[in-house]
């Protein structure tokens, strides 16, 4: 039977950087006799000019039936001066919220070929390769009430987190560091902050589960400075929703580019939703030189961790790797001594060195 993959290209270079993505599954899907059946979507700004909402309910119904979802990004320039609940973002949130997607995993592995790309020294970053586990349904981005209030005058964001919220975070943390060095870091503001205090309680309690798993806490302020100049330290970090979207931006700096950083969202036994790390990047929209790598890979994350497709999922980083190392850059990357290529031409080579 057919894998039915829905895609949500949203805005600016998602639109571009997905199809680069179904290329590269159709390569699979000749190479290994897999089925896989599309079907687009839209969401974020393109969903607003076209059904008035950032989160059409087809969209929904339609990932809520499907077996995995692709999506690219969305925002841009277009809808900055929105009202809030008319905002591309709502669309994200609410396709997390709506599919339950509680954990995002964000690999962060150096590329040899690519140490040049980073502002970080060679010699920090060589072997850097780890896992953040960023908590994303729930604290400060969902927490109610959120708004302005005395006229303008004053604020309130509200960040909540509920027992089974952190456990459920927490377990996959520590699952998915026993599929690796068995190493995990636990980021929080314990010396500050309440819901944080809850968090350190609950992944002490865990610890006991899972005794082949070394643990620490580090402050989430800490966790900036050591993931930038000690990055080799880590294997599997685990946070709340806003502290791992600030760590996982700034662990790209790993890799040279946000072009470059897949993830995963995942719901208990739902579906997977699987998009790269950066934004629909309108500086570089419709010149068809964004990086696609980052989709790249999300797509391969979908294939082992959907449909247990390992085999096909290496296949694709193997290409990857194989690319990067003939010198082959898009324009993020590109340090005058590789050939500069644009997205198309990215795309194709993964396609051909799969075939
Ligand atoms: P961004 O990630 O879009 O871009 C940041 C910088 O990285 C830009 O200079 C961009 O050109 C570059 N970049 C990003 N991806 C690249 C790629 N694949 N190849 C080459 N260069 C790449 O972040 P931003 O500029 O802060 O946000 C732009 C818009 O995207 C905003 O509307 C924001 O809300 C939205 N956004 C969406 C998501 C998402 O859909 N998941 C995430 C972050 C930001």
Redesign the pocket.
């Known amino acids: 039977m057919a894998n039915k993959i829905v895609l949500l290209p ?5 639109a571009e ?1 997905i199809y680069a993505a179904k290329d590269v599954l159709e390569a699979i899907s000749k190479k290994f006799g897999k089925e896989f059946e599309f079907s687009s979507h839209d969401i ?1 700004g393109i969903a607003i000019d076209n059904h008035g909402t950032p989160l059409p309910d087809e969209t929904v119904e339609a990932c809520k039936k499907a077996d995995a979802v692709l ?7 277009k ?2 001066n929105n009202p809030s609940d008319l905002r ?2 709502r669309g ?1 949130l609410g396709i997390r919220k709506a599919l339950d997607l509680y954990a995002n995993l964000r690999p962060v592995k150096g590329f040899d070929k690519l140490l040049h790309a980073s502002p970080l020294r060679p010699d920090i970053i060589n072997g850097s390769d780890l896992l953040i586990v960023r908590e994303l349904t729930g604290g400060l981005y969902f927490g109610r009430p959120s708004e302005r209030q005395d006229n303008g005058n004053a604020v309130v964001d509200t960040l909540t987190y509920t027992r089974k919220e952190i456990e459920r975070i927490v377990d996959k943390a520590f699952q998915s560091a026993q599929l690796r060095k068995k190493h995990l870091t636990s980021v929080d503001k314990a010396n500050v902050l309440e819901s944080s205090k809850l968090w350190r309680e609950i992944v002490e309690e865990k610890k006991a589960q899972y005794p082949d798993v070394t643990v620490e806490h580090v402050l989430v302020d800490a966790a900036a400075m050591k993931l930038i100049t000690n990055p080799t330290q880590f294997d599997v970090i685990v946070t709340e929703n806003m502290f791992g979207d600030i760590l996982s931006d700034e662990a790209s700096v790993l890799t040279g ?3 470059m950083l897949p993830s995963a969202s995942l719901a208990e036994d739902g579906v997977g939703l699987y ?10 929209a419709g010149k068809g ?7 790249i890979l999300s797509a391969a994350m979908m294939l082992r961790y959907s449909f247990q497709m390992n085999e096909e999922a290496q296949t694709i980083e193997d290409a990857v790797e194989q690319v990067l190392n003939q010198n082959y850059h ?3 990357l590109y340090n005058k001594n590789g050939e500069l290529v644009n997205t198309n031409e990215m795309t194709q080579l993964i396609v051909e060195t799969i075939e």
Do not use: R
Not at 71 to 77: D, K, N, S, T
């Open positions: 949203g805005d600016g270079i998602g950087v974020g999506l690219g990004a969305v925002g841009g320039p809808w900055d591309p973002e994200l580019s946000l072009g998009e790269p790390a950066h934004g629909s990047a309108p500086d570089i030189i964004a990086n696609p790598i980052a989709m898009t324009a993020d």
